[in-house]
């Protein structure tokens, strides 16, 4: 292998103070010679590493906060794979968004350009992935062309705005569709900026698995993988829970579900997207298309929600989550009958749901 991991140690010179030694979740541990095996399968990086070293420190002195910021995140992601390679996997992966935040926040665009190449010709290849300083991560709604496909997309910030579900109202009825919902929240001066289904329901239009609105569960956990219903892709595991806990967005494998008492949280199939690897079910060329929507992480505190304009396979739909957005964690919320209203871009006020979302405005 050529000198494709320069980067990565690049990060370790940078930032080697503040790494942590470790990080966890719920007891499993990934060590520092993890970070160390992922360096040693280039034993030609030491002198090249020392030229890099004095080029970059100069342009990254004024980063040192910035870095340390970045280290001390890298020690609260979740680690939940035993294997070796899903480890090494997460590691690169992490490291890659820490680089690909240190490239965005450069205000030396030549630099920043440098730091993008970098990361597709020496991550790109190891993680799967694509990098693009082009990319749209500000708050609110866009149309984006990716794969030849349009999706329309709405970006939530916790800063500006919150979200709510939606199931019954105060009489117990359905609010049912993206409509009746609007015209509610607007008859309480609240002034919504998105509505969508909000996962999979029942033939009753109860939702399909855990369902939490205001810290209340309604629905309990669904665990099981399906029995005689095992074809429909609320079954195809993992499938995952989307959810808000003390003020952070998550999105988790239903198998590894240990919230006690989330704000809200939803629970739908199968997982997009989890550790920035895609779904093994789903394949690369599919001609099982339909209009799908999902919802993915992009940090503790922002989220995108996707729907296709027209039919699109799995494969490219988790893609987008990936390559253009860089989730570690998305959910499929649902099909054919997804429905996404967006104020100012998508007027869509039909469905006949169970659960549904909803961005408002501060």
Not at 78 to 97: F, G, P, V
Not at 227 to 245: I, R
Not at 271 to 292: A, E
Request: aromatic share 10%.
């Amino acid at each position: 292998m050529r000198a494709n991991l320069a980067i990565i140690a690049l990060l370790i010179f940078w930032g080697g103070n503040y790494l942590p030694a470790q990080t966890q979740k719920e007891g499993k541990k990934v060590a520092w010679k993890d970070y160390q095996a992922v360096i040693k399968e280039n034993k030609r990086l030491k002198d090249s590493l020392r030229v890099s070293k004095r080029d970059w420190e100069r342009k990254f002195d004024d980063q040192e906060e910035e870095i340390k910021s970045l280290s001390q995140e890298l020690g609260t992601l979740k680690i939940n794979q035993k294997e070796e390679s899903s480890r090494r996997t997460i590691i690169l992966n992490i490291l890659a968004d820490s680089l690909y935040s240190l490239a965005a926040h450069q205000k030396d665009t030549a630099l920043a350009g440098r730091l993008v190449k970098m990361l597709n010709r020496d991550l790109g290849p190891l993680t799967g992935r694509s990098f693009d300083l082009k990319r749209n991560l500000r708050p609110g709604s866009q149309t984006l062309d990716f794969l030849n496909q349009e999706f329309d997309i709405f970006i939530l910030d916790l800063a500006r705005d919150t979200l709510q579900l939606f199931w019954q109202d105060g009489k117990g009825e359905n609010y049912s569709s993206i409509g009746n919902l609007k015209t509610s929240l607007e008859s309480q001066g609240k002034s919504p900026l998105m509505i969508t289904n909000a996962g999979m329901y029942t033939p009753a239009h109860a939702p399909q698995g855990l369902y939490v609105e205001n810290g209340e569960e309604k629905i309990p956990l669904d665990k099981t993988d399906g029995g005689e219903q095992k074809g429909m892709n609320f079954f195809m595991l993992p499938n995952g829970v989307f959810g808000l806990d003390q003020g952070k967005f998550f999105v988790d494998d239903t198998r590894e579900y240990d919230h006690k008492n989330p704000t809200f949280a939803t629970q739908s199939g199968p997982m997009l997207l989890k550790d920035w690897s895609i779904h093994p079910k789903f394949n690369q060329g599919s001609t099982n298309k339909y209009v799908r929507s999902g919802v993915g992480v992009i940090n503790s505190h922002k989220v995108v929600f996707a729907i296709s304009r027209r039919q699109v396979n799995f494969y490219d739909f988790a893609s987008l989550f990936l390559n253009y957005f860089g989730c570690r964690d998305a959910l499929y919320l649902d099909g054919a009958i997804s429905k996404m209203w967006i104020q100012g871009l998508n007027e869509e006020q039909g469905g006949n749901f169970g659960p549904i979302i909803s961005v408002i405005k501060k």
